[in-house]
C-alpha cells in the first residue's frame, strides 16, 4: 500500500475565497486523519430541520385561500406567483412546489397573521 501524498489541485486561477475554501477542507481532512475530534478545531452545530410540508390537492390550495379570504389574484400578490399559476393550482392542472406548499402550511397555521397584510381599501 503506498503512503504518497495526494496533491491538491492546481490553485492558479483560484478567487482567494476558492483558495480559503480548500485550505479549510484541506485542514478538516488532516484533523479528521488525526483522529482529533471535530469540534474541537471547528463550529459544529447540529439543527432540527422542519417536517416535509404536506401535499396539497387543487381543493385544498382553494380552501387555503378562501381561509384567507381572497381573490386569486391578491392571494397570487401576497405569495409572489402569477394569478394563472394560482388557478392552475386550483384546477389542478399544476401542484405546488415544495417551498409554495411550505407557505401555504403556515398560512394554515396562522390564516389571522395573513389575511392582516392585506387591509380593504375604505
Known sequence: ?????????????????????????AEAVAVERAGIPIESRFTVRTVELPDEPRKYSS???????????MSQAIF???????????RAWEQGQRVPAKWAR?????????????????????
Open 76 to 86: 397570487s400578490h401576497l405569495i409572489g406567483v402569477s394569478p394563472m399559476l394560482v
Open 59 to 69: 381543493a385544498a390550495v382553494r380552501a387555503t385561500r378562501d381561509k384567507l379570504g
Open 102 to 122: 411550505r407557505l401555504l402550511d403556515e398560512m394554515n397555521r396562522d390564516p389571522r397573521h395573513w389575511r392582516g397584510m392585506f387591509r380593504k381599501a375604505s
Open 1 to 25: 500500500m503506498s503512503t504518497k501524498k495526494k496533491r491538491l489541485p492546481s490553485r492558479r486561477g483560484m478567487t482567494s475565497k476558492g483558495r480559503e475554501i480548500v485550505a479549510s477542507l
